[in-house]
């Protein structure tokens, strides 16, 4: 089964079609337990600079080195809790910069509502701090 696929499978399960998503004024990925990203909206696409529908993107290869045990536990964490809101992290995107975001996620969990089968999520690009 191709990842467009699957996560077509996922969404028909809950009756949703892919287009609800382009509505959203977030970043929507959609992404199995592996971290292969399945589908994502447009302005997830223009977030992250990479596109699910021409090449296979996982989520390890997006993290930001630095942050990448830190984003494994919380990865982890997710999984346990069902859910996280607020994590705020950085992304390496395709143009090989860095981008803050913020992003709310959500496990699904298949039919018998205790095994998790994918993640869903909202992402949110963040203006850095005066700081740095």
Excluded: H, W
Aim: proline share 2%; hydrophobic share 40%; glycine share 4%.
């Amino acid at each position: 089964m191709s990842l467009q696929n699957s996560s077509y499978a996922i969404l028909k399960t809950f009756s949703v079609r892919p287009e609800i998503f382009e509505a959203l004024s977030e970043g929507y990925v959609l992404i199995d337990i592996a971290g292969n990203i399945l589908y994502m909206n447009t302005k997830a696409k223009n977030i992250l600079e990479c596109d699910c529908d021409l090449k296979k993107v996982n989520i390890r290869q997006l993290v930001y080195k630095k942050d990448f045990a830190v984003a494994m536990k919380s990865f982890m964490t997710l999984i346990k809790t069902g859910f996280f809101s607020n994590y705020a992290t950085r992304l390496r995107v395709d143009s090989d910069s860095t981008k803050n975001v913020k992003i709310d996620a959500s496990v699904i969990y298949d039919a018998t509502g205790i095994k998790p089968i994918a993640i869903q999520g909202t992402i949110v690009e963040c203006l850095p701090s005066a700081s740095g």
